[in-house]
């Protein structure tokens, strides 16, 4: 019973406040119900946000999954969601809905696991190049120098630099394993001075080739390979973040919210 109406009846609540009680019982029922989040409102604004425009919903039905309901969007793909729109499901992936959008909940693991990935790989078995001050954030780069992009993200080095963003290269040959790509790269790795020779085999420099032995080309773009790196460059934000292909450097102070 009700501790409110079990103390009206014992009397210790007089009856006339009975009627007022009672209205207010009712309003609260009413604001709660108000409140209760309906699952298509969810998705429809979670959907939106994620697609930074508005994104309607044809249906919603159960699916053979218990708890878990098709949801065809207008003019757009069949996808699932849980039952009460907390969670979606889309091209395999996670998310948590919200309001304002929705949060990759599987990129975040994959996040994780890159950033513990590239912490495992020590920094002198990479190419790096250090701004003159203290770093103020890094990113980390799967890279070929037979790569159009990769040349262009490289003449940017200089101002990824002045902005306090150092650059760590990994060697990630397009061509695989054998290939000239990866002789080239391994040269540049087996150079005594790497950062001078890798930034002249990205500008054409003819040289002498020089595959050393123990030279880590074949791990790293094994490892390229582990973190789903297809094609170079291969940007990685310090907090594990993938940005595939080239993005000119303030776009990635940007991403950095170093701008």
């Known amino acids: 019973m009700n501790p409110i109406l079990a103390s009206v009846r014992r009397g210790a609540i ?30 429809t604004a979670s959907l939106s946000g994620f697609a930074g425009q508005p994104v309607g919903i044809a249906s919603i039905k159960p699916s053979p999954a218990p708890g878990i309901s098709e949801v065809q969007i207008i003019n757009g793909p069949l996808i699932y969601a849980t039952d009460d729109g907390a969670y979606f499901f889309l091209n395999g992936d996670l998310h948590k809905t919200s309001m304002l959008g929705a949060t990759n909940l599987t990129e975040e693991r994959r996040a994780l696991a890159r950033t513990e990935q590239l912490a495992s790989i020590s920094l002198d078995d990479m190419v ?9 954030d890094y990113i980390s780069v799967f890279t070929d120098v037979t790569c159009f992009y990769c040349q262009k993200l490289h003449r940017e080095v200089a101002q990824l630099n002045s902005m306090g963003i150092e650059v760590r290269y990994l060697a990630f040959p397009r061509g695989g394993i054998p290939s000239e790509g990866a002789t080239k790269l391994a040269t540049a790795w087996c150079a005594e001075d ?23 080309v074949a791990a790293q773009y094994a490892l390229g390979q582990q973190m789903g790196v297809s094609g170079t460059p291969a940007i ?23 701008d």
């Open 236 to 258: 990685i934000t310090s907090a594990g973040q993938m940005i595939p292909g080239y993005r000119p450097a303030a776009d990635l102070a940007t991403v950095l919210d170093l």
């Open 128 to 136: 790096v190049f250090k701004p003159k001050g203290e770093a103020r």
């Open 14 to 43: 007089p009856r006339r406040f009975l009627a007022l009680i009672a209205a207010l019982l009712s309003a609260s029922a009413l604001s709660g119900a108000v409140l209760a989040e309906d699952p298509r409102d969810i998705l």
């Open 194 to 216: 790497r950062q001078t020779t890798l930034t002249e085999l990205k500008a054409g420099v003819e040289m002498p080739l020089n595959e050393c032995a123990g030279n880590p």
